[in-house]
């Protein structure tokens, strides 16, 4: 049963702290997503890649959130320095064609 | 400006009945809707999607209509059960992009 892998499933850190969230897309799948889900926003998404190239991040705060997929098995989202407002979950998913499949998601807070 | 609206409040509805939940849309000429269910600390689960050219999708007893003149979508669960409980989220997907836009959800709750 194929599943979209996120690591750490929660995450408490302190203001100014650097966090890194990871995710392993389904295998074959080409394309991957990362979300951010607040009770305020929504989902929201942050940044996706088609064949490991990044095809639009215009949801991230670029000065402090940075995307990458270094290989095709793994897809990293970090956020440098980390601030309260950051304080949400944060889903990758992963697809072939249209439809996403989404992991369990990390919840991030920040203190 | 660009927005997707789901039934502004929660659903309730009583086992063994038809749930049917709303997706408006308002500057978006999505060529693919989507529907997911997301239950509580968990990630969205795809359901349906269906096309700007089909007027109506069935699985199992879930149905979704899409009328690009009015703009909206519906998706109904006939022979709602319990276990149906959760948040339903339709997400539109524009013809030349390859992600989608969600919307906020509506909260289903099916009581026995």
């Known amino acids: 049963d194929a599943r979209v892998t996120q690591t750490p499933r929660h995450k408490v850190t302190e203001m100014g702290q650097e966090v890194t969230m990871r995710c392993q897309p389904i295998?074959?799948?080409?394309?991957v997503f990362w979300y951010r889900q607040t009770m305020m926003q929504g989902l929201e998404l942050l940044a996706y890649?088609?064949?490991?190239?990044?095809?639009?991040d215009s949801g991230m705060p670029k000065d402090r959130f940075s995307a990458e997929m270094p290989d095709a098995t793994l897809a990293t989202l970090k956020i440098q320095p980390s601030e309260p407002r950051d304080s949400a979950v944060y889903f990758c998913?992963?697809?072939?064609?249209?439809?996403?499949?989404f992991g369990p998601g990390t919840r991030l807070t920040v203190t | 400006s660009q927005k997707i609206e789901q039934n502004s409040e929660a659903l309730n509805i009583q086992e063994g009945k038809t749930a049917t939940l709303t997706c408006n849309y308002t500057n978006y000429s999505p060529a693919y809707l989507q529907w997911y269910r997301q239950d509580p600390g968990r990630g969205p689960v795809f359901l349906l999607l269906?096309?700007?050219?089909?007027k109506e999708k069935r699985k199992e007893r879930l149905k979704v209509t899409f009328d690009t003149t009015l703009k909206q979508s519906l998706f109904h669960i006939t022979a709602s059960q319990p276990a149906d409980s959760a948040t339903y989220l339709c997400a539109l997907d524009m013809a030349n992009a390859g992600k989608s836009t969600f919307g906020d959800g509506t909260t289903l709750t099916v009581k026995p």
């Open positions: 295998l074959g799948h080409n394309t």
């Open positions: 890649f088609r064949n490991r190239a990044p095809l639009d």
């Open positions: 998913a992963s697809g072939l064609g249209r439809e996403q499949y």
């Open positions: 269906i096309r700007e050219n089909e």
